[in-house]
């Protein structure tokens, strides 16, 4: 016996029948002891998710206009679903206080937390366990910063007190008990920290698809599930814009050495994908790469000086120029006499001028070279390490696409390479890689 933490995404809480699907997922298994739930998510494509319309309330309260009309279609929701599960509890007495909370506080966050604090209400009461508020047991400091310490302390002695209990995602409170929350989709976040406090075996993520893909659908057609994940390559993958789950929830969890389990709330039968600390030595031996994502929109800054390698600080000066005009940068591939900065677009949009100008006065180099429309390629697996060729199979197939190829860094780790092509290459090269490294 165990201990397991589940968080169920809006989508599986977005009405009574997902309700009951989550209601048999947690009664299927004894070792589930807590549950955080999100607000009530999409029903079908052009519905809205409750926290938006939260957010919309508020504005119109900001406005000072009437939120009364639009807060009907939340109240509605919780209604059909409360009325649907046959729950006996004053649902009507909890929407008018909510309303009129909202008008009150002209709190934003406040707003958009009641989404996950109704819902949480609502599952407690369906589920029959007890409901802890998650502005007693999330610690922000005064800026907003997560407190995660402060947090996983006042939490474990919470949980202590309940066997079974469903505490609302999304949302904690600052040190004088005003409400803040994480950034969008921040529940899964809040399910790690439970996890963490309860020193759980495992941390089951239930959302609406099975598992993590091994790329892109929208680009590659049909690939496949990743079974198993490490949170490392979780972390290359999702810097690069694979997402699945919020990128703060992995701290939480790692750092107590608890895994993640992605799984599908509407098809419970599929394990999904697995996300551990540590590789399993019996992964699938053919299985050299664990995934493939990309971004667009990165500026390529190629800078030259003859006898750049002898010259004491000349990288340094590079950086500092960047640092100076708050520019942050993604990658730093070196040769001898040339040193190249990937910087995404949006961070030099008013700056680059300015930037230039000043590699110019510190470094004086032979040239700079800008080129824009860059896409980076990360292809991330521990397999590579252990695989010769990894590198020239990677090549091959770009070249064989006819891609031809920017900029190139591998990690120290060895866990990654990413490549720099010109953007219309873009769905020719990750479609390339995956078809070289993943057989049907
Ligand atoms: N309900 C919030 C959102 O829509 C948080 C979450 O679902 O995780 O972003």
């Known amino acids: ?70 807060f009907r279609k939340i109240a509605d929701r919780y209604l ?61 400091d005064r800026q907003g910063n997560f407190a995660s310490e402060w947090t996983n302390e006042i939490m474990a002695q919470a949980l202590k007190l309940h066997e079974h209990a469903v505490i609302p995602g999304f949302y904690g409170a600052y040190p004088n008990g005003d409400v803040h929350t994480f950034s969008r989709g921040g529940s899964d976040i809040s399910g790690a920290i439970v996890a963490r406090a309860a020193k759980a075996d495992l941390y089951v993520n239930w959302t609406d698809v099975s598992g993590f893909l091994m790329a892109d659908p929208r680009i590659v057609k049909n690939p496949k599930c990743i079974r198993e994940l490490s949170y490392r390559e979780l972390r290359e993958l999702s810097y690069m814009g694979a997402t699945v789950l919020h990128e703060d929830a992995i701290f939480p969890v790692h750092k107590a050495g608890i895994p993640t389990n992605i799984r599908n709330t509407n098809a419970p039968e599929d394990p999904g994908t697995m996300i551990v600390v540590n590789p399993s030595p019996d992964r699938e031996k053919d299985q050299v790469i664990t995934g493939i994502a990309g971004h667009k929109n990165f500026t390529l800054l190629s800078i030259e000086k003859a006898m750049m390698n002898a010259e004491l600080g000349f990288g340094r000066r590079v950086l500092q120029a960047l640092e100076d005009f708050g520019v942050s940068f993604e990658h730093l591939p070196t040769g001898i006499d040339t040193m190249s900065v990937v910087v995404a677009d949006k961070e030099l949009v008013t700056r680059k001028d300015q930037i230039i100008q000043r590699i110019q006065q510190t470094c004086q180099p032979d040239s700079i070279d800008i080129s824009a429309g860059i896409a980076l390629i990360a292809t991330v697996g521990h397999g590579m390490t252990s695989a010769p060729g990894t590198a020239a199979r990677l090549f091959t197939a770009l070249y064989e696409a006819g891609v031809n190829i920017r900029m190139i860094d591998q990690g120290s780790s060895e866990l990654n390479i990413i490549v720099g092509i010109n953007i219309e290459d873009f769905e020719t090269a990750m479609n390339a890689i995956y078809r070289a490294f993943v057989k049907d």
């Not at 609502?122 to 508020?133: A, P, T």
């Open 1 to 70: 016996m165990g201990i397991k933490v589940a968080k169920f995404g809006g989508s599986s809480l977005c009405d009574a029948e997902h309700f009951r699907k989550v209601k048999a997922i947690i009664e299927s298994d004894p070792d589930y002891h807590y549950v955080v739930p999100s607000a009530p998510g999409k029903r079908f494509d052009a519905d809205e998710k409750i926290t938006d319309l939260l957010y919309q309330c508020h504005r119109l309260v900001e406005r000072g206009q009437s939120h009364e009309q639009l």
């Open 80 to 140: 059909a679903i409360a009325r649907e599960l046959e729950l006996d509890f004053d649902i009507e007495g909890l929407l008018i206080d909510t309303c009129n909370a909202i008008r009150q506080y002209k709190n934003p966050d406040f707003a958009a937390s009641r989404g996950e604090y109704m819902n949480g209400i609502l599952l407690s009461k369906y589920l029959g366990w007890d409901f802890i508020d998650a502005q007693d047991v999330v610690k922000f």
